[in-house]
């Protein structure tokens, strides 16, 4: 009982000796409460407004919120394990409802799902090359030959490419959380890993809440009327501005310049505007609005990871590129 | 005991396993608590429908749930029908009834005394596993069963996913997302037994239809 006391409040004390990470958490329950507080009073004042949908989503955040905080602030190694969880999910709800996945590629997806850990490791040691080569070369090259194995040709060549490109969307993408951890410290940097790892996911949430919003307010030219009937060049363009004004503000959480931060959150917004479509895209060809019914009001898992799953690496390597490359 | 095992066995660890590993989503699970008894009808594409259905049930009538269970099949060897029969708290039956003339237990009257005793089944008509997401023709167990016993309810389930994941013939288990939908307890309406088994198809196509 002590044992595990003090496991917390040590982690606790790290926790608080980053006042920079504690003031963007703060942030992120204050907006929150606000959020709350606005949709509860909205709703007394005006009872005919429909607002059960982001009632709902709103609540739904404070779960994701509260699960993505207990999970990163406090010991690395329960971070590993919920990001391994995070991707594993997405893998699992991205395979099910594909409908390029024939039956014969069950026991390769296996493989896929076999990747998820041993990725994790590589991350959680920070063996950075494996890290990087471990997806894109090794399980593309198992992959193939595990298919080949199965002793059927037909549609083989669709499973080449279809299960590699998810293993880089759900597995590789968002093992870059993870590796951000484990990044060596910087001179003058202290918010360290768990500053930038904050940085990249209020960063490009808050662009997809910036994006819906501006999209409602403003939105009248469409973007791309066939895939993504919602999108729209104002919410597009007001959620780009907006991230790089919040990215200006929250460099502190990165060893960029806020000049530098401000531009990176532009590129991460129009990622994360790609992620979106692109997994907006692959719903449409199954012809499904949500991946799954998993997060109330948000739809499946894939639905909210979907612009993370490449802002993550986008943001990583621009940084990683500028700091850490060299010292 | 068995109840303690049992409820530990299925409503913590496999409800966990299966919602976290593999994958299982179930809706409107709180359909088993509004009746005292009921008949759980399904369609079956794989071994982990019994898994999902007894994970499915609330420790307090975990004990009184029987899957049925094919005797050619689970009984195959003595270690084997104790194990259907301690940890899958199944009752195991002859696949048809006996013909006249033939001795033997018939698998109605099996079922018919567990009804008779308050206790609840889980029943899968299409008999055997089949095709992933593919109905078999329904037997008529059901239909007779239910129309010896019309005041009991029964509760249509409709799985989805579950065929991906573990398929007849297939010993690996893969995690795809599956879905279990379980419709409201109601009683049969037709008084006959095709019309039984019509009814209760029919439920389960619904429940089918609603995931489209």
Known sequence: MNKVFSFFSDNIEKFSANPEVMIVVGLIFGILVFATLLFFIWGKIKPEANLTELKQRTKSWWMMATIFVAATVFNPVISFVAFGLLSFMALRELASISKNVRDEDRRVLIWCYLAIPVQYFFAYKGWHNLFLTFIPIFMFIWIPFMLILQGTTEGISRSMSVLPTQLMFTVFGISHLGFMLTLPPLEGFHAGGRGLLLFIVFITEMNDVFQFTWGKLLGHIKILPKISPNKTWEGFIGGVVTSSIVGYLLHFLTPLTAIEAMIVSGFISCAGFIGDVVVSAIKRDIGKKDTSDIIPGHGGILDRIDSLAITAPVFFHIVYHMYYLHK | ?212
């Open chain 2, 1 to 212: 005991m068995k109840r303690l095992i049992l409820s530990l066995l299925y409503c913590v660890l496999m409800r966990t396993f299966l919602k976290v590993i593999v994958g299982v989503v179930y809706r409107n699970r709180e359909a088993m608590k509004k009746v005292p008894q009921f008949v759980v009808v399904a369609n079956h594409n794989s071994h982990l429908d019994t898994m999902a259905l007894m994970s499915a049930c609330f420790p307090g009538m975990i004990a009184s749930t029987h899957p049925i269970a094919a005797g050619d099949y689970f009984g195959q060897s003595p270690i084997r029908a104790f194990f259907t029969r301690f940890f899958v708290n199944a009752i195991l039956i002859p696949r048809s009834r006996p013909k006249p003339g033939e001795t033997g237990p018939d698998p109605i009257d099996l079922m018919s005394a567990q009804l008779a005793k308050g206790h609840s089944l889980i029943l899968f008509p299409e008999g055997s596993r089949g095709e992933p997401e593919q109905f078999q023709k329904f037997k008529r167990g059901i239909g007779i069963l239910l129309e010896r016993h019309p005041d009991v309810h029964y509760i249509p389930v409709f799985m989805k996913g579950l065929g991906k994941s573990l398929p007849k013939g297939e010993t690996l288990l893969v995690p795809f997302n599956s879905l279990v939908l379980m419709g409201d307890p109601r009683k049969c309406e037709a008084k006959d037994v095709d019309g039984i088994v019509h009814e209760v198809e029919a439920a389960i196509r619904a429940l089918a239809a609603e995931t489209q």
